[in-house]
């Protein structure tokens, strides 16, 4: 606990300092380039440390929230994951209210979550206790999953709405970890080598929301469809529909409701580390609990061919500030977040959806960086703590 006390300051004071801002006036009518130390954690991945480098571009008139971002990452975690990340995003530089979004990421996860597939499967942490009659392996829910990833999306107006037209191209490796793992016992599900999953995205958005970081009021619906053959480079062939939707109410003047409904559904040769990942728009996460999805669920803890979840978040902005020609936004929130996933032909029922609930505190800085702090308990594992940047939705 100490140990997390420590690391909480080190950020907090930490963000504002290595950040480097440049522009003409001081309600960022130019550009600001902002280096930052990568500094986060999560019960599920552990510590994270490295380095970020974002470069907000407003253009003249100060365009919202921002004409482009270029986002680049370093990041490490004391759970064995190891990332690289390019992403850029600019909804106007196409001109006519078009958005181009892009990134490239590499990931290596050396105990990536591994729990089974679909809704009914149980989990035993005594198997990971060494301390325990039951002990088999502390990696025994883990997997090591190596995966590169490239994605272009392209949207224009459509009515009061956008479509989106994309290719998401992505190479994924698997390999088995030490000892007895919950994994080896499905061998079919492990590829012989690796293997791509390439897709072509379709899309239509609706998005009204005020202001993308920390919206106020509005609404965010998507409707995906993926579909991935051999004709676009892909080992398997399988299509996907992703539906989600978040609506944010300004209840009070510094209060704000915000709600996430997410609902996917996948056909074909679907392999299992694809179910782990939760299509959008603008970033890509991977479902089925942990800091992404469901707080106090464990990461990936639910995935199948169908799943959805849902996250229910009041949000308080009691405090604002300046400093150091710098302006800060204290909030709190108390959240409910809940889902589940299931294969062909599993019976659908509520008693089985798992659920996490919480509270948390934000800071946010010059208004697009948020530093998050939740905590939230489920139903299997103790508290979960999730320290990172943004709102989860």
Not at 18 to 29: C, D, H, I, L, Q
Not at 106 to 123: D, I, S, T
Not at 245 to 271: E, I, T
């Amino acid at each position: 606990m100490k140990n997390i006390i420590l690391f909480l300051l080190i950020v907090l004071w930490a963000s504002p300092l290595f950040a480097v801002e440049e522009g003409e006036t001081g309600n960022y009518s130019s550009f600001k380039l902002a280096g930052l130390p990568n500094l986060n954690y999560n019960s599920d991945d552990g510590f994270g440390y490295g380095a970020r480098l974002d470069y907000f571009r407003y253009g003249e008139g100060g365009y919202s929230p921002y004409y482009y971002l270029v986002d680049v990452q370093l990041f490490a975690t004391t759970g064995g994951k190891r990332e690289f990340w390019i992403f850029f995003d600019s909804p106007f530089m196409l001109r006519n209210n078009q958005r181009l979004t892009a990134e490239l990421r590499y990931a290596k996860f050396n105990f990536a979550p591994f729990f089974g597939l679909g809704l009914k499967v149980e989990y035993n942490e005594n198997l990971k206790d060494e301390d325990h009659p039951d002990f088999i392996n502390e990696d025994y829910y883990t997997f090591n999953r190596v995966r590169t990833s490239a994605r272009i999306d392209y949207q224009r107006p459509w009515l009061q709405a956008k479509v989106l037209a994309g290719l998401n191209l992505n190479y994924t490796t698997v390999d088995l970890n030490e000892g007895p793992t919950l994994l080896a016992l499905s061998s079919e599900l492990i590829p012989a080598d690796g293997e791509f999953t390439n897709a072509l995205r379709f899309g239509l958005i609706y998005d009204s929301r005020d202001f993308e970081p920390a919206p106020e009021h509005g609404l965010w619906s998507e409707l995906l469809y993926e579909y991935s053959d051999k004709f676009v480079g892909s080992d398997y062939t399988f299509s996907r529909i992703t539906l989600s939707h978040r609506h944010y109410l300004s209840l009070l003047k510094n209060v704000v409701f915000a709600q996430r409904f997410v609902y996917s559904k996948a056909w074909g040769d679907l392999p299992f580390f694809e179910r782990e990942f939760m299509s959008g728009s603008f970033r890509i996460e991977e479902a089925g609990g942990g800091a992404k999805s469901i707080r106090g669920v464990l990461k990936n803890r639910l995935i199948g061919r169908e799943w959805l979840l849902a996250n229910s978040e009041l949000r308080y902005k009691f405090f604002a500030f300046s400093a150091l020609k710098q302006d800060f936004e204290l909030s709190l929130s108390a959240f409910y977040d809940f889902g589940g996933a299931w294969e062909e032909n599993e019976m659908k029922s509520v008693n089985g959806l798992m659920a996490g609930r919480g509270a948390g505190l934000h800071v946010a800085w010059n208004k697009n960086f948020i530093l998050s702090i939740d905590a939230a308990k489920g139903d299997e594992v103790g508290l979960g703590l999730y320290i990172g940047l943004g709102y989860l939705y």
